[in-house]
């Protein structure tokens, strides 16, 4: 084998030229990207080709790749993606890796409650060990993305060769904070391409502590529904009405609180067939990592008795290891300031479920659907809506290239990391899983108080650092595998 390259050099780089690694970064947070949003379609594509010069400076040979149907302009209907591939140096004979991330974000609102505007990235506590850029996207995903960008700027602004001399595909979505609507049809029509990969990296997670690195090795998969009940054909005066017909408010709550039993155990017949069982080492190696429920519990507003859930597991094991199924909004009927007696003409609950390995999104909505209809109330209907979802993944915890991350990340960060579970769901881990049989390592360093999602998202310059430099280092363990 030639020469790995020297991954000091690339380290040291990076040190010396942090200031110009930021500032890129702040470039790209500028550009409010919410592929949500119509007004910002072209943001969304101003970010994906600044996410594809980055990796043509970083020797790799980038294009984007339109989705959905193509236009005259040559513009896709979807968000474009971006690919970019190394080819690594001829005696290479490690994995190939696919390291995907996304590039769209968030929406801001409300914006009244952000401290600086979304998109006008700010360092905060400059100089203190908290220090922070502050901004959408900060963290989920331009940030954690731009960890890698970086590290493999450094190999090659080093004099290594290009990703270290990794064979390397690059895959960023535009739509991944919408559904990644058109990220499936596009896995299927570039198999061939993305069939040749190993292994997947994605840094879209966290770890349980500033100065704890983490590998996640497995997050839960999703099925995301809509329901209506549809009841009288207009609205009526619940004095006239009460109690002589069925009232979509009250039939649709009395039917969502049946889907547990008296354990907290979802009701649906088949829903734990396929539930793949946590270990006993799994078990033991979670309540090792000595996590203060207490703590998690006082960071919500909660007390200890809110520690609640299916019997006969903890907390912890409740958000790793075990399928749920949640209301996440229920509406119907007068909402306005007053009083307003009414029936309502129908009613709409969201009803999520967050899976396991094993179990098929697809599945458990048939399921849930086919429970629903043998509770129509009299002379009611359903409306049922399908909002997507994915399969959760595990990942082979004594896998050479989860090995390799961990080696990696232990030599940048000085500390060996945790092996972790994710209750959160990364459908195109799933996705890949399915459709090429690949398992993903998920290597991120976002903290919980990052705020992803909500006004105020950060991502701590220290956790930057030590995501750069476990990038560099990945990509020298990688090449030592062969």
Known sequence: MA??????????????????????????????SVGTDPEHRADTRRAAEWAGERLREAGLEAELCETGDVGPDGHGTGHPIVMAEAPGSPDYRGPHVLFYGHYDVQPSDPDELWRSPAFEPVIEDAGKPSERIVARGACD????????????????????????????????????????????????????RLGRCDVVVISDTGMLGRD?????????????????????????????WGGKIPNPNNELVRILGQLWDDKRRVAIPGFYDDVREATAEERAAWKQLGIDKAASLRGIGFGPEADVGEAGYSMLEREWGRPTAEVNGIFGGYTGAGAKTVIPTHATAKVSFRLVADQDPAKIRDAFFAWL???????????????????????????DALRAASRAIEAAAGRKPELIKSGGSIPVAG???????????????????????????KFELACFRMGARSHVRLLEELRKLG
């Not at 997050?219 to 009841?231: D, F, K, S």
């Not at 108080?449 to 998202?457: F, T």
């Open 3 to 32: 020469p790995i390259g020297n991954a000091d050099k690339a380290l040291a780089w990076l040190d010396a030229n942090e200031a110009g690694s930021i500032e890129r970064l702040m470039d790209w947070l500028r550009m409010p």
């Open 431 to 457: 996705l890949l899983k399915a459709e090429l049989g690949l398992d993903t390592i998920f290597m991120g360093f976002g903290l919980d108080d990052d705020r992803v999602h909500s006004p105020n998202e």
């Open 373 to 399: 209809d043998e509770r129509t109330p009299p002379g009611c209907r359903w409306t049922k809506t399908d909002h997507g979802g994915g399969h959760g993944v595990t990942t082979p915890v004594d896998s």
């Open 141 to 192: 995903d331009k940030g954690q993305v731009h960890m890698f960008l970086e590290a493999l700027r450094a190999w090659r602004e080093a004099g290594g060769e290009v990703a270290g001399g990794v064979r390397v595909t690059v895959m960023l979505e535009g739509e991944e904070e919408s559904g990644s609507v058109h990220l499936e049809r596009f896995v299927r029509e570039q198999r061939e």
């Open 212 to 240: 704890r690195p983490a590998i996640t090795y497995g997050v839960r998969g999703l099925t995301y529904t809509e329901i209506t009940l549809h009841g009288p054909d207009h609205d009526l005066h619940s004095g006239m």
